[in-house]
């Protein structure tokens, strides 16, 4: 059997991982957005916006609606 090279270890040594996690990303981060994608942002960064998030004194958080008469997004 021919000698492996470095990928091919790594492979052979996380298969039983990307089995449960599935295989890697590989595309890229630097593309341009699509207008479907524009809109999904768009929608996202409204339906955040109408939460606020508190502290505790213990330095735990929680969301609550900023106007918990405004049902529009919920």
Do not use: C
């Not at 996380?14 to 449960?20: A, E």
């Not at 630097?30 to 213990?58: F, I, K, S, V």
């Amino acid at each position: 059997m021919a000698k492996e090279n470095g990928a091919q270890r790594f492979m052979r040594a996380t298969g039983k991982l990307r089995m449960i996690f599935g295989p890697a990303n590989r595309s890229s981060l630097g593309h341009e957005m699509t207008e479907q994608n524009r809109q999904l942002l768009a929608m996202r960064e409204a339906e955040t916006a109408q939460w606020e998030t508190m502290h505790r004194p213990d330095g735990s958080t929680y969301v609550v609606p900023r106007n918990p008469e405004d049902k529009s997004l919920r």
